[in-house]
């Protein structure tokens, strides 16, 4: 079973407008991490936001926050105020706490799309 | 230099070549990996080196040959490659494998390989 469900494979948005890119995840681990990566077309990934699954708050990163609903184990990232640079492919991950290794999994990605 | 630094960012290779990637981490971090990342699959974990040891390998054919000579420095050899292997081969790095945290994973921008 995928561990990290990611459902939209392309989203578009309008310049200055939110959006909400999904991600589901599956564990029975109490002790997780969720994080999102951002892929711009040069390759890098360039982490964005993390979520440990005892954090009591939602994490908020500048423009980004992660709305984490841990009943429903899901972890989508939310954009503000899109910008043109936005445009990208968008990584959920996780990783498990239990059995000493931390390596996150990742989902399939979703393609954002910023349009002025 | 700061950050993952990857070698070189694109390779167009043979099938009956012998090449090699590199990365270099300069964050003093203690665990590196190699990814592969292929058009609409997922990111795949290839090898994972924590403290200069291997502790990962998910199955990778013997084609692809990593060497990891101290905790800075990873290479990925490569020799007889097929043109399924064509894809963007990143490298991470991270403060140990078998540790928590929701931040220090970080990338290089990538290596895009051809196998022609």
């Known amino acids: 079973a995928q561990k990290i469900t990611q459902t939209q494979p392309g989203m578009f948005v309008q310049e200055k407008e939110a959006v909400t890119l999904d991600c589901t995840y599956d564990?029975?681990?109490?002790?997780?991490?969720l994080f999102w990566y951002k892929q711009p077309s040069s390759g890098e990934m360039i982490f964005l936001i993390y979520q440990g699954s005892y954090d009591q708050q939602n994490a908020t990163e500048g423009r980004y926050s992660l709305n984490f609903q841990k009943a429903r184990k899901s972890a989508n990232l939310v954009i503000s105020a899109s910008q043109l640079g936005d445009s990208a492919m968008y990584f959920c991950?996780?990783?498990?706490?239990?059995?000493?290794?931390?390596?996150?999994?990742f989902g399939r990605g979703t393609s954002l799309i910023v349009h002025p | 230099e700061t950050g993952v630094t990857q070698t070189p960012r694109h390779l167009v290779m043979g099938m009956t070549n012998k090449k090699s990637l590199k990365c270099e981490q300069h964050l003093g971090h203690n665990a590196m990996y190699w990814y592969k990342q292929s058009a609409k699959k997922p990111l795949e974990l290839m090898f994972v080196y924590n403290f200069k040891e291997q502790t990962e390998n998910n199955s990778v054919p013997s084609r692809f040959s990593p060497e990891c000579p101290n905790s800075s420095h990873l290479f990925l050899h490569l020799h007889t490659l097929q043109p399924e292997d064509s894809a963007l081969y990143l490298c991470?790095?991270?403060?140990?494998?078998?540790?928590?945290?929701?931040?220090?994973?970080?990338f290089g921008s990538g290596t895009r390989l051809t196998v022609v």
């Open positions: 564990t029975s681990d109490p002790s997780y991490g």
């Open positions: 991470a790095s991270s403060q140990s494998s078998n540790r928590a945290g929701g931040y220090g994973y970080t």
């Open positions: 991950a996780m990783r498990e706490g239990g059995g000493g290794s931390y390596i996150p999994t």
